[in-house]
Nanobody, 125 residues
Framework: VQLVEAGGGLAQAGGSLRLSCAASGFPFSSYHMGWFRQAPGKEREFVAAISWSSGGTTYYRDDVKGRFTISRDNAKNTVYLQMNSLKPEDTAIYLC??????????????????WGQGTQVTVAS
């Protein structure tokens, strides 16, 4: 199983970045997918999630609603996080994760089975 994040980097406040997470080694279309972040000295926190089904029900933490958009392409085994109107407080390592479709905690950041290594996002003021 592999989850490989890409797309991180340095952005100015108000700017945008698009993260991607390429999955392999498991049936991607049967898994809910989530994005998490961890800032230095802080606990990991849930950012967004998208359901396994083709309809793609999505959930977001309150402070990214309207700014971040999670999406998935099951044909490419990839999940994305479009981040707009970035703020310095968005600076963190961003990780993607996968939870099997029968899991009940995915929309609140719990119960994820597989994790990527993360990609650094730095937002300068």
């Amino acid at each position: 199983v592999q989850l490989v994040e890409a797309g991180g980097g340095l952005a100015q406040a108000g700017g945008s970045l698009r993260l991607s997470c390429a999955a392999s080694g498991f049936p991607f279309s049967s898994y809910h997918m989530g994005w998490f972040r961890q800032a230095p000295g802080k606990e990991r926190e849930f950012v967004a999630a998208i359901s396994w089904s083709s309809g793609g029900t999505t959930y977001y933490r309150d402070d990214v609603k309207g700014r971040f958009t999670i999406s998935r392409d099951n044909a490419k085994n990839t999940v994305y996080l479009q981040m707009n109107s970035l703020k310095p407080e968005d600076t963190a390592i961003y990780l993607c994760a996968a939870e099997y479709r029968s899991g009940g905690g995915w929309s609140t950041g719990r119960g994820y089975d597989y994790w990527g290594q993360g990609t650094q996002v730095t937002v300068a003021s």
